[in-house]
């Protein structure tokens, strides 16, 4: 994967992790707040814990941070793969995102 094919493919997750942030904050009470700032998006829930997501170029990786650990994905040329347990990112963000807004979201690319 060449650097450019990186950048496109991350601004693209990035750019899905935030409408679905809006899609759920107007189907949903999750009042989501999300921020980004650069290659990092932090989602805010309303008890106030966070899940952040960020760009690691050098390593062509995404960087998903929440309650329940760590986690580092890879694109695999369709989706975002954890390097660990082979799990999708977006079932990840929103089994996080569930488990930290207390009601059932999903995210989807």
């Not at 008890?47 to 952040?52: A, L, P, T, V």
């Not at 760009?55 to 650990?69: C, D, I, M, S």
Request: net charge negative; aromatic share 8%; proline share 3%.
């Amino acid at each position: 994967m060449t650097d450019l094919d990186y950048l496109d493919a991350a601004e693209a997750l990035l750019a899905a992790v935030e409408a679905g942030c809006d899609r759920l904050n107007d189907a949903t009470d999750a009042d989501i707040d999300n921020q980004r700032v650069g290659g990092m998006i932090t989602l805010t829930f309303p008890n106030r814990s966070q899940i952040i997501i960020n760009l690691q170029k050098p390593l062509h990786e995404v960087w998903l941070a929440a309650r329940a650990g760590g986690y580092h994905y890879r694109f695999d040329g369709q989706v975002w793969r954890d390097t660990k347990a082979g799990t999708e990112f977006m079932a990840d963000l929103s089994r996080h995102a569930t488990q930290q807004a207390g009601l059932p979201l999903t995210f989807s690319s």
